[in-house]
Antibody, heavy 121, light 110 residues
Framework: QVQLQESGPGLVKPSETLSLTCFVS????????WSWSRQPPGKGLEWIGS??????SENPALKSRVTLSVDTSKNQVSLRLTSVTAADTAVYYC????????????????WGKGTTVTVSS | QPALTQPASVSGSPGQSITISCTGT?????????VSWYQQHPGKAPKVMLY???NRPSGVSNRFSGSKSGYTASLTISGLQPEDEADYYC??????????FGTGTKVTVL
């Protein structure tokens, strides 16, 4: 059974770069699309972006600050967010898009438990 | 891209049916039948309940159903149960090759 585990620094200073990883266990990272979403305290979900080994897409509001990547050798997906501010304080989730019988689906079927990131000096 | 619009809260008594709406635009909900719905209990990760507007993943109760008309998708929970109390988010693929979540709806079982 595939499991996702997000990890990263719990605290990041304003203007610095946030780096998170999502380790995938119990299955291959290949052939899947992966996504990052976040949820500020007490607020709703926000889609950050999706990534495949050959590219992806990002939320237009975050595109200039976001880099997503897939490392098949380490079976992990990474998120990099530059120039963070307090508004980036949130729980960050990694998720997998469903893929079955050589067909890609447009929904996330496996989620990590999330990792909390606080932006503060 | 603005978030899809959902009612902030919906409530119902056990056994009743409730419906949550999710309104978008011609660039998202109106463009494709690629709307999914997620349930989120406090402190937990989201869980997919419906995909492609009305399809249920394996293991999801048939009390959950979905539909779409124009720019609005809907999630209906029939035979409301206490464990259905949670936040619900819709999500849609867009014509810009991105995704957008709804604003979220808190479901309360009275």
């Amino acid at each position: 059974q595939v499991q996702l585990q997000e990890s990263g620094p719990g605290l990041v200073k304003p203007s610095e770069t946030l780096s998170l990883t999502c380790f995938v266990s119990g299955g291959s990272i290949s052939n899947y699309y992966w996504s990052w979403s976040r949820q500020p305290p007490g607020k709703g979900l926000e889609w950050i972006g999706s990534v495949y080994h050959s590219g992806g897409s990002e939320n237009p509001a975050l595109k200039s600050r976001v880099t997503l990547s897939v490392d098949t050798s380490k079976n992990q997906v990474s998120l990099r967010l530059t120039s963070v501010t307090a508004a980036d304080t949130a729980v960050y989730y990694c998720a997998r898009f469903h893929f079955r019988e050589n067909k890609y689906y447009y929904y996330m079927d496996v989620w990590g438990k999330g990792t909390t990131v606080t932006v503060s000096s | 891209q603005p978030a899809l619009t959902q009612p902030a809260s919906v409530s119902g008594s056990p056994g009743q049916s409730i419906t949550i709406s999710c309104t978008g635009t011609s660039g998202d909900i109106g463009a494709y039948n690629l709307v999914s719905w997620y349930q989120q209990h406090p402190g937990k990760a989201p869980k997919v309940m419906l995909y492609d507007v009305s399809n249920r993943p394996s293991g999801v109760s048939n009390r959950f159903s979905g539909s779409k008309s124009g720019y609005t998708a809907s999630l209906t929970i029939s035979g409301l149960q206490p464990e259905d109390e949670a936040d619900y988010y819709c999500n849609s693929y867009t014509t810009s090759n991105t995704y957008v979540f709804g604003t979220g709806t808190k479901v309360t079982v009275l």
